[in-house]
Structure formats: structure tokens, C-alpha cells
């Protein structure tokens, strides 16, 4: 059973006390971050692009059965079960085909099965029907990179992670 920790609960807090005579001292401590080669490979495309979403984030309505099944397939992911997450995810993609934020979900449970062509395709589908910019064009073209990567196609993979900086798209000021 793999026990990775839940998305978005990667640190863990630590807390030592320490008894001297006649005092109490307490320290707070935080893990670091896993090195980007422990993280999961779907880490490897979900961290960096939360952390640098400060521009423009466009997100589709979600029919509340995709929202269940999705929710569901998160909590198979969790707990080391892709495979049942991607049948999950299978579901949710016959109610909703064109969901852009479907399809990467289904490519980066396709990256941590190591099933490179399909993380590859799912990620292309995704920014096909998605957004051009954004968290989710993001994690498209990190996917994609990471995808080709993999399969020692570094050319391919080095112009992937060049449209990276085409999906960032500042706010306008007054907003």
C-alpha cells in the first residue's frame, strides 16, 4: 500500500519539547519538501504549476456526478490504488468527454502508472478543449514534457516545456 500524502498535505509539522529545570521549551519544525525525484511524477506537474498560478485562471461548471466520481478517484489515487482511479476517472470522461480538467487529471494518474503515451495524449486532449492559459495549460504542457521525457524523446520534451511560458497571462493592473 503506498502512503503517500493526500495532494495540497505535503508538509508535516513537528513539534519538540524539550524540558530544562524549571522551564518549558517548545519548537516548531517543517519538513522540507521531497526532492522532485521522491515526489510522485503527477507531483512533478501539479506542485510547480499551484505555485505558480498568479495569472489569469479560467475553470469550467462541473456536472456534480463528474465532481463525485472525481472526488472518488482522488481518494483511490491516496490510497495507492490507480488503477481504480482510472476506472473512476474512465466514468466521469463518458459523462463528460470534453472536461479539460478531466483529461489532465486521467494523464497524471496515466504519468504515475508510467503509461507515457497515454499521459501524453490525455495531456495533449486536455489543452485541445481547454484553456490556452493558466494553472491547467500549466500542467498540460509539464505533462507533456514529462511524458516525452520518458520515453527519451528530449528534443520533443526540451519544446513541450518552452510553451510553458505561453500559458502565463498576468492580470490586468486594475483588477
Partial sequence: ???RP??????????????VPGTLLVACATQPPAPVEDRSVAEQVRAPAAEEASGLQVYP?????????????????????????????????????????LLQYMA????????WDQAENYASRSFD????????????WRTIALARERQGRD??????????????????ERF
Fill in 155 to 172: 528534443d520533443a520534451a526540451r519544446r513541450a516545456r518552452e510553451r510553458l511560458a505561453q500559458c502565463q497571462v498576468e492580470m490586468p
Fill in 108 to 115: 497524471e494518474v496515466q504519468l504515475d502508472k508510467e503509461a
Fill in 61 to 101: 461548471l462541473r456536472n456534480p456526478a463528474v465532481t463525485e466520481l472525481t472526488d472518488a478517484a482522488r481518494t483511490a489515487e491516496a490510497d495507492g490504488d490507480p488503477d481504480r482511479a482510472t476506472i473512476l476517472l474512465e466514468r466521469a470522461l463518458r459523462i463528460e468527454p470534453r472536461d479539460p480538467e
Fill in 129 to 140: 478543449v481547454g484553456p490556452r492559459v493558466g494553472e491547467l495549460c500549466q500542467r498540460n
Fill in 1 to 3: 500500500m503506498n502512503m
Fill in 6 to 19: 493526500r495532494h495540497g498535505m505535503s508538509r508535516f509539522w513537528k513539534t519538540v519539547f524539550i524540558l
